[in-house]
């Protein structure tokens, strides 16, 4: 689960994710990942009532049994029985009701109803927190596997029902939180990303999840930025820094938020640390308020605006990749074919194998009424037989990384013959300011079946890199 959004970078969404996607009630993975052996409650509760002992015995027959419809039948009755005993029968202050509520409502995958029962039971019974914490947990992994992987095969609707359900029966781990701020980001819904990734970083800061508190509180950093939160970016990328103190790419945007809040001797501060001449820094913190603005305009849907910030962006960095990808999304939605095109081109010369780039390159082909070149172009898509999507790029005082996914696709020529899954070898060039290659590193990728994927690391060491490309040899 290592999905990631660079800090500062533009992560437009061709697609929101509908504010009304809601889990189902029950879910059958998590009944699925229920042990299949009874055992009772090791925390020391006592059943107390008939009707909850019956609901204990119900909840061991419901496990055993290897005939489908006993396990239904014993699981409904153990549920009704332990309501009643709550409801009917004066056992709503019984932790042992409520635990053994919960681990029926488990054993049926309904979440919803396990979160209201063991959340009852552990506070009547606070020694049963552990062993309620380890039923808990089971449920979580399942729907969190899940949902990674309908995120890999983009398909952020159920993802994102799934985290929910996830954060429903367990909120001891972060990386639930953590991915679905991502699809929110992707989404360009910038405030939910930002409510998600404050509630990673904390219990990732709780739970000590270096990792993940890191990820968490830089995303959660960048996300403020785009929303011209400078005031409260500034708080949390310290923090982050005073963790990672050699990334300079995140010093180089707390610096911008560092001149968006007057705070300028600071800026200069990290600027001049970061080895940038103050003419320079300057810049490089104006083009980042431009791109953040240019993200907000994007979310606003005011694509006019947004077209005209990203513009002075590409101007002043012409290989920034989130710039032109936020130009193109920008002419897309003005419906400006000629202006579409350029922009995808230009993409195309930095990443050939993004499949939304080659969509958009042929979109804009078609609304230009180059149809010849549209047909190429398809062509050319429907040929791929494997994809790649960078996920991040990450600077340093003395190089930067590369990481991502390469996918296998259902490729086939234009007659519809199927084209066989084969190797592919990639140079990722590292480029400085003005567009010349500091390093580069080749990075071969086997043969993918359709939906296999792979990940892709790439390192170059050298000063000045600021961005990156990628061509097949």
């Not at 059943?47 to 489908?68: Q, R």
């Not at 606003?300 to 960095?317: H, L, P, R, T």
């Not at 990384?401 to 296998?408: E, F, M, V």
Request: some cysteine; hydrophobic content about 40%; aromatic content about 6%.
């Amino acid at each position: 689960m290592k999905t990631r959004i660079l800090l500062a970078s533009v992560v437009l969404g061709m697609s929101a994710i509908p504010a009304a996607a809601q889990q189902p009630t029950v879910n059958d993975r998590v009944a699925r990942a229920m042990p299949s052996r009874y055992t009772p409650a090791e925390c020391g509760l006592k059943t107390g009532h008939f009707k909850v002992s019956s609901a204990a015995t119900y909840l061991k027959t419901g496990i055993e049994t290897e005939v489908p419809a006993n396990k239904t039948r014993a699981l409904t009755a153990g549920q009704k029985v332990a309501t009643e005993a709550i409801e009917k029968n004066g056992q709503e202050k019984n932790p042992a009701a409520w635990y053994y509520l919960g681990r029926l409502d488990l054993q049926q995958g309904d979440v919803v109803g396990a979160d209201t029962a063991f959340t009852r039971a552990e506070a009547l019974a606070p020694k049963c927190k552990d062993e309620i914490g380890k039923l808990r947990y089971a449920a979580w992994v399942p729907l969190v596997n899940a949902a990674v992987d309908f995120t890999k095969a983009n398909n952020n609707d159920s993802a994102l029902a799934l985290f929910r359900q996830a954060n429903t029966i367990y909120r001891d781990k972060p990386h639930a939180y953590l991915n679905a701020g991502i699809i929110f980001a992707n989404a360009g819904k910038t405030d939910s990303a930002i409510g998600y990734w404050q509630k990673a970083a904390e219990i990732a800061e709780q739970t000590n999840s270096v990792e993940e508190r890191n990820l968490a509180t830089r995303n959660l950093g960048a996300a403020l930025q785009r929303a011209n939160r400078h005031q409260e970016a500034v708080p949390v990328l310290e923090k982050y820094l005073g963790w990672v103190p050699d990334d300079a790419e995140v010093k180089r945007a707390l610096a911008s938020s560092y001149r968006a809040t007057g705070q300028t001797e600071k800026a200069q501060a990290l600027e001049k640390e970061v080895g940038a001449a103050p003419a320079a820094a300057g810049a490089a913190g104006g083009a980042a308020a431009e791109l953040n603005e240019a993200v907000g305009f994007y979310n606003q849907k005011s694509y006019d605006k947004a077209a005209a910030a990203f513009e002075k962006v590409v101007a002043a960095e012409p290989n920034n990749r989130d710039a032109l990808f936020g130009l193109a999304n920008s002419y897309l939605a003005l419906k400006n074919g000629p202006k579409l095109t350029g922009a995808a081109t230009r993409l195309m010369a930095i990443e050939p194998m993004n499949e939304d780039v080659i969509r958009m390159l042929a979109t804009g082909q078609r609304m230009s009424k180059k149809e010849a070149a549209a047909n190429k172009t398809a062509t050319q898509a429907l040929a791929l037989a494997t994809t790649m999507a960078v996920t991040q790029f990450a600077l340093s005082n003395d190089g930067a990384s590369i990481t991502g996914n390469a996918k296998g696709r259902e490729a086939q020529t234009i007659q519809g013959k199927p084209i066989a899954p084969a190797p592919v070898t990639l140079i990722f060039e590292f480029l400085d300011a003005n567009g010349n290659v500091v390093t580069n590193q080749q990075v071969d990728i086997p043969a993918l079946k359709p939906g296999e994927t792979h990940a892709v690391e790439a390192k170059g060491q050298g000063a000045g890199i600021v961005a990156w490309r990628y061509k097949r040899t």
